[in-house]
């Protein structure tokens, strides 16, 4: 068992090494660190070997409304990878997969323009069939975070 709290993310733009990364969290006392990168895992390579590691990925997925947005889905295989990427452009499919695969999952960047804008029916869909969101981003201001807390209650 582990606590969600304690995960932290490495996303590919950061251009951080992993194995460095790694290192940092575990001398903070963190008990496991995933890698989420996004659309791939191919940055999770150097992590492999070490048994507190479990692979995971930030996925672009596309909603029934035409938007986009990111989940994140924690503790996946290769295959699930694979699976993953087949179905991103389905989020119902997307979400029949990742339900039947009992992986976790969650959306992440709600109320960032990163993925562009949003459409009501998107927080429909994240209310009805997601169950985390992510509250805490290191790449986003802490000073946001607050205001956006209100709707996720």
């Not at 996925?59 to 991103?88: D, F, K, W």
Request: hydrophobic share 35%.
């Amino acid at each position: 068992m582990f606590d969600l709290l304690g995960i932290n993310r490495i996303c590919r733009e950061f251009y951080n090494d992993p194995v460095e990364v790694y290192g940092r969290r575990k001398q903070l006392g963190m008990s496991i660190v995933p890698l989420t990168d996004h659309d791939s895992i191919e940055g999770s390579e150097p992590l492999r070997r070490y048994p507190d590691f479990f692979l995971s990925e930030e996925v672009t997925v596309r909603m029934p409304s035409g938007t986009e947005t990111h989940l994140g889905v924690y503790a996946i295989t290769e295959r699930n990878h694979l699976e993953i990427q087949r179905r991103r452009n389905d989020l119902i499919a997307l979400l029949m997969y990742l339900t039947e695969q009992r992986l976790f999952f969650s959306v992440n960047q709600v109320f960032s323009g990163l993925t562009g804008r949003r459409e009501e029916e998107d927080f429909q869909w994240f209310a009805s069939y997601v169950p985390a969101f992510e509250t805490r981003n290191g790449k986003m201001q802490v000073k946001r975070t607050p205001s956006r807390r209100g709707w996720l209650r």
